[in-house]
């Protein structure tokens, strides 16, 4: 196919790129996605992978600081108990983070939000630095909790305020680097926490503290740039400063089209406030995007992929890679899990989200197969442990092309719902993720590399859910993007049934 002018179709969409990448580089709008995500879902992946490799520093920190207040031996179950409190209340912390984002980012906006959370970790840092020459593991405990508050609040803000800070032609890309670096900070984590750098006794503390260089960072220039233009135009009502905010971030323009659509979506909403998260699961008229949440996030959490995050090390084993190569074989899948994301960032405004999804998905559920007869065949060839290596490198491939970066409480809600959408995924990701730390090592110790096969069906649900049910949200406004829901109707439903499914704007 030509265009009149002699350009193909293809070309033209490689010259679009490269302007829109031109574009993107040559703007404040790269140092805005630079410092919010250091500041943002760095952090979140960073304590995800740094706090497995001073594990057993921590544990023996502890025994010595029960000893120190007390003066007597804690017991072995007693410094478990106390471990696995400092692991599971970053989860907690999480979660309760997440619950609070609808009220934050109404009362403070998105950047307010954002500043109050760099603040909460630059406070936890210190209190997790200071607990080792004071001998204090409770003040771990508050450490750990506020760590995942932040977690909770910061990562959710951070795709907020991207998606509405970013023009619709490059809301994917741009929302999608949430996605990355949340993968830079798990490969930073991994990367501090071996040996030669800060993984040695003397060092844990520091360790898990270090990230919060860039929260610091994150405090004295976010205050610099401008509030989320959506929010500003549609919720404090300010079209001027919403135009003021496109051109500091994005350059010269009108953006007439934009601020249009905005005035749209506003005069839907009307005077409506911010919606709770009860409004938005009791709205019988949002069903299929509430559905549509639940089930995504539901098969990304019990997909297999926190499993192969957090149980690596053990999977590994598992396989029959020597212990001492374990390590670097983590660290490998975390530099691939960074490389698919920015890749798929440079590709999801040319394939379209649900495309890389669905496929994502089919890929996952196929991959767990593999790696279900890889770890059973293991001890019949020396090369089988390889393959299962190279099997769970493709997993990381397929997940980070597809399912890992794509935003969907960003896409598929209007303004007044997208923060009770965001609280609902971010309560649904760390109940999962609490949940999925509580079970696994329970089902690789029963059920072994059966185990697997569960991960696979989740998968395969999620696929065939976007396959036939997700629309496309590339290119589109959230008010098209909620008429494509609107459209959505169940098999056999009567007339009074299919006006009870459409999406009400």
């Known amino acids: 196919m030509k265009r009149s002018s002699g350009v193909s179709w293809t070309q033209h969409k490689k010259i679009n790129m490269k302007n829109v990448l031109k574009k993107l580089v040559g703007m404040k709008a790269l140092v805005f996605i630079l ?32 000893i120190h207040h007390y003066g007597d031996e804690p017991g072995e179950k007693t410094v478990t108990f106390i471990w ?37 970790s630059v406070v936890a840092a210190v209190i997790m630095y200071i607990s080792k020459p004071t001998n204090s593991f409770e003040l771990i405990l508050v450490a750990r909790f506020l760590f995942g508050f932040g977690a909770g609040l910061g990562g ?36 501090a926490g071996l040996r030669e750098i800060l993984g040695r006794e003397e060092c844990w503390n520091i360790l898990l503290c270090i990230s919060t260089v860039f929260c610091v960072v994150q405090l004295a220039v976010l205050p610099f740039f401008p509030e989320a233009p959506r929010y500003t135009l549609i919720e404090k009502g300010n079209t001027e400063q919403c135009k003021n905010a496109l051109q500091w971030l994005w350059g010269p323009g009108d953006y007439k089209m934009e601020i249009e659509e905005m005035l749209e979506e506003q005069a839907v909403i009307g005077e409506e ?17 509430v ?25 590994f084993l598992e396989a029959g890679i020597p212990e001492d190569k374990v390590r670097y074989v983590s660290l490998g899948i975390g ?48 090369v089988i442990p390889y393959i299962t290596v190279i099997l769970i490198f493709l997993f990381i491939f397929f997940y980070g092309g597809g399912p890992a970066g794509i935003s969907l409480a960003n896409e598929i809600f209007i303004q007044s719902y997208r923060p009770a959408a965001f609280m609902f995924t971010g309560i649904l990701r760390w109940l999962g993720f609490a949940m999925l730390g509580f079970i696994f090592p329970l089902l690789i110790d029963v059920l072994k590399s059966l185990s697997f096969v569960l991960f696979s069906c989740v998968c395969l649900i999620a696929a065939l859910y976007v396959f ?18 609107k459209n959505i109707r169940a098999c056999g439903s009567s007339k009074e049934d299919d006006m009870c499914l459409e999406t009400k704007l």
């Open 35 to 66: 410092v919010l995500g250091l500041g943002g879902t760095f952090q979140n992946g960073f304590y995800l992978t740094a706090i497995s490799s001073p594990s057993p520093y921590i544990q023996s920190f502890i025994n010595s600081s029960w």
């Open 84 to 120: 696995s409190a400092v692991v599971s209340l970053f989860a907690f912390g999480g979660l309760i983070g997440s619950m609070t984002v609808r009220f934050l980012t109404s009362r403070l906006g998105r950047k307010g939000a954002m500043v109050l959370n760099s603040a909460i």
């Open 156 to 191: 959710n803000v951070h795709s907020i305020y991207l998606g509405e800070s970013s023009p619709k032609k490059i809301r994917g890309m741009v929302t999608l680097t949430a996605g990355t670096f949340l993968c830079l900070g798990k490969l930073t984590g991994q990367f």
């Open 273 to 289: 406030r911010n919606k709770t998260l009860m409004d938005l699961l009791r709205d019988k008229h949002l069903r299929w995007q």
């Open 291 to 315: 559905l549509s949440l639940l089930v995504i996030n539901g098969c990304i959490q019990f997909s297999g992929i926190t499993a192969i995050t957090i149980f690596s090390f053990d999977i």
């Open 335 to 382: 530099v691939s899990e960074v490389l698919v994301s920015i890749t798929c960032g440079l590709l999801i405004e040319s394939v379209g989200r649900r495309v890389l999804m669905w496929k994502g998905f089919g890929g996952m559920s196929a991959i767990m197969v593999l790696i279900t007869v890889s770890l059973y065949l293991k001890d019949y060839s020396s």
């Open 468 to 485: 036939f049910i997700l629309p496309e949200t590339k290119g589109k406004t959230p008010l098209e993007i909620s008429q494509e829901f």
